[in-house]
T-cell receptor, first 111, second 115 residues
């Protein structure tokens, strides 16, 4: 199971773009990268998933370089409601692989 | 609404007691995962079931056990409860086995307080 490393915390202001980078140096060929968001006392919510290059949806973009040893979650024009913990997960097709969450990045957005 | 239902939402019990937490996955999802989240702690993976069979095991204590029934709902049993077991317990479900970055859907959690 690939180990992930993220910043513990980040601060931003409303309207700014926020980029959270996750390192996963020992990512395997079949591993996918998934990001979740969690608000206090709520279950995590899927944000975005990718394998390589760039993926974009209505809430975020995910940038994955060619070597796939890191990934960057980009949140455009954050608002106060984006204050949450963001988790980067790497999971592959190994038997018994489950969704393992690290400590995540606590994003605080101020006005 | 994620489609995953957990009951009860809140539970207060005394040390030494036993409780059962219930999870109904989204319709069609075969995998169920259980997590424990203590105050200011991360999500600790406990156990995963896929279509009735145990699929993966995390740091689940011997006092804890789980199962997934033929109708795919799951129960997490916590026994000989200690104060340190007080936490939010989340259930999640996914269509597949959890491999290849499957999107999982989380319930709202059961808040367990042991007094």
């Amino acid at each position: 199971l690939a180990k992930t490393t993220q910043p513990i915390s980040m601060d931003s202001y409303e309207g700014q773009e926020v980029n959270i980078t996750c390192s996963h140096n020992n990512i395997a060929t079949n591993d996918y990268i998934t990001w979740y968001q969690q608000f206090p006392s709520q279950g995590p919510r899927f944000i975005i998933q990718g394998y390589k290059t760039k993926v974009t949806n209505e809430v975020a973009s995910l940038f994955i370089p060619a070597d796939r040893k890191s990934s960057t979650l980009s949140l455009p024009r954050v608002s106060l409601s984006d204050t949450a913990v963001y988790y980067c997960l790497v999971a592959g097709n190994q038997a018994g692989t489950a969704l393992i969450f690290g400590k995540g990045t606590t994003l605080s957005v101020s006005s | 609404d994620s489609g995953v239902t957990q009951t009860p939402k809140h539970l207060i019990t005394a040390t030494g007691q036993r409780v059962t937490l219930r999870c109904s996955p989204r319709s069609g999802d075969l995998s169920v995962y259980w997590y424990q989240q203590s105050l200011d702690q991360g999500l600790q993976f406990l156990i995963q079931y896929y279509n009735g069979e145990e699929r993966a095991k995390g740091n689940i204590l011997e006092r804890f056990s789980a199962q997934q029934f033929p109708d795919l709902h799951s129960e997490l049993n916590l026994s000989s409860l200690e104060l340190g077991d007080s936490a939010l317990y989340f259930c999640a479900s996914s269509v597949g086995t959890g491999n290849l970055g499957t999107e999982a859907f989380f319930g709202q959690g059961t808040r367990l307080t042991v007094v």
